[in-house]
């Protein structure tokens, strides 16, 4: 699909773009924070979302007045209104993917995180986004209760891109890259899953033909340790679980993005070596390192971590995060949302 | 530590880790092997038989399955 594909320049335009032109139903369970209600009100004032907000509906009205905001077109699930609330938690019980019996399902009825989450597997939204009020692993504990890991997922983690300036390699100077931020130091099998999330993901977003590399310091047994063997063992777990993807290693950072190192070191026929367009950390220490020198020695944008491993697009962002590191954190799962739309739509067609 | 509630709490734990030895009050969450996703259904079992929601975050710093009957117990009380 040449017409969808992202590059450097204008990674976040080009997704504007695509969200604008398809609009996500998201779910805001923090509503009442102000940081995220502005960038609720901007997201749905510029077309890039159909937001929901998830809480007291009465306080949520109070403090958007209070603020100046307008939330016309914004829907508001009211966590107060017991009528709704029962109608929802039937719904929910006769789900198969509910866990509870009525009353722990009732219970979660009026907590706005879980309601949110609930909302999503009901397909009443397609994105749950969150972080602003609650950490991410509870985030990522709640999600993995009610929404669940996708079929074939061994661990949740993360993945980004960095748009990288003057640099023509990746993709047109883009890289995606995984996991920085959750799994900390993956098995074989939760490595081999990061990797196949990864190229779910970054394909989601980009539509790009995605090539991935799984990083080590050593190329195709230039050494030999117990921390080579896990990537090697995660690259035969994942090309056996994803015959369709593309994932090879291990690779030294330069044989993966570099064509004539690549040439030299990789004696072999790869379709990753020296042309990788993602990049698989072997732990966290790695991802975490790897992304702070990208960005502080060339100046980069990275743009993430995104969640992944869910069943649905499950989002969350910094504590911290100001209204247009959300906007953008938004715009990025709401593409990834349409991706998975349509991939949910062939499989019942 | 009442061992009714431990007893239940001892027979959820086999069925989502499935494990197949003895449960003691010692045995330890690492001995009935990783995995959120059988802590999230062992929270979620003793929450639908036993009323008693214990957060799976609360759960995951816990050592050993007399910790967690005797926090479900509480929970009960």
């Known amino acids: 699909m040449p017409s969808?594909?992202?590059?450097?320049?204008?990674?976040?335009?080009?997704?504007?773009?695509r969200a604008a032109a398809r609009p996500m139903r998201v779910a805001f369970p923090e509503g009442d924070d102000e940081t995220m209600m502005r960038a609720v009100a901007e997201l749905q004032a510029d077309g890039l979302a159909q937001c929901v907000l998830v809480g007291d509906?009465?306080?949520?009205a109070r403090l958007a007045g209070e603020r100046g905001l307008s939330l016309e077109g914004v829907e508001i699930i009211d966590i107060a209104d017991e009528a709704e609330n029962a109608r929802c938690c039937e719904r929910y019980l006769a789900h198969p993917d509910c866990r509870y019996k009525p009353k722990g399902a009732a219970r979660r009825m009026t907590r706005p995180l879980e309601?949110?989450?609930?909302?999503?597997v009901l397909g009443d939204v397609d994105v749950m986004f969150a972080g602003i009020a609650n950490a991410t692993g509870d985030i990522i504990l709640a999600a993995q209760t009610i929404v669940g890991l996708a079929e074939g997922v061994a661990t949740v983690s993360s993945c980004g891109i960095a748009?990288?300036?003057?640099?023509?390699?990746?993709?047109?100077g883009l890289i995606g890259f995984g996991d920085s931020a959750v799994c900390v130091d993956p098995t074989p099998g939760?490595?081999?899953?990061?990797?196949c999330a990864s190229c779910d993901t970054v394909a989601a977003l980009t539509g790009w033909d995605v090539r991935c590399a799984l990083l080590s310091h050593s190329t195709d047994g230039s050494m030999d340790n117990a921390l080579?063997?896990?990537v090697r063992a995660a690259r035969d777990i994942a090309r056996a679980a994803r015959p369709d993807l593309a994932i090879d290693g291990e690779f030294q950072f330069d044989a993966a993005v570099r064509a004539?190192?690549?040439?030299?070191?990789v004696g072999r026929p790869s379709d990753v070596a020296g042309r990788a367009n993602l990049l698989i950390w072997p732990d966290i220490n790695v991802g975490n390192i790897a992304v702070k020198i990208i960005q502080n020695l060339t100046g980069a944008d990275a743009y993430g971590p995104m969640l992944q491993g869910f069943k649905r697009i499950v989002c969350d962002c910094s504590r911290s995060a100001p209204v247009s590191e959300i906007v953008g954190n938004v715009v990025m799962s709401c593409v990834r949302a349409q991706a998975l739309a349509d991939a949910l739509a062939r499989e019942v067609r | 530590m009442n061992q009714e509630i431990f007893e239940q709490v001892a027979a959820f734990a086999k069925s989502a880790y499935k494990f197949e030895g003895d449960i003691t009050p010692d045995t330890t969450f690492e001995e009935l092997g990783r995995g959120s996703m059988k802590m999230i259904a062992l929270t979620s079992m003793i929450e639908n038989e036993l009323d008693a929601e214990v957060p799976v975050r609360e759960v995951m710093v816990m050592k050993t399955i007399g910790?967690?009957?005797s926090r479900v117990e509480e929970e009960m009380e």
């Open chain 1, 260 to 265: 004539d190192v690549a040439a030299k070191k």
């Open chain 1, 4 to 17: 969808t594909r992202v590059t450097s320049p204008g990674l976040m335009e080009a997704l504007r773009r």
């Open chain 2, 67 to 69: 910790e967690l009957a």
């Open chain 1, 228 to 230: 080579v063997d896990k």
């Open chain 1, 57 to 60: 509906g009465a306080e949520l």
């Open chain 1, 163 to 172: 748009e990288v300036p003057g640099w023509d390699g990746g993709e047109g």
């Open chain 1, 115 to 120: 309601r949110a989450l609930i909302l999503q």
């Open chain 1, 190 to 195: 939760e490595l081999a899953s990061i990797a």
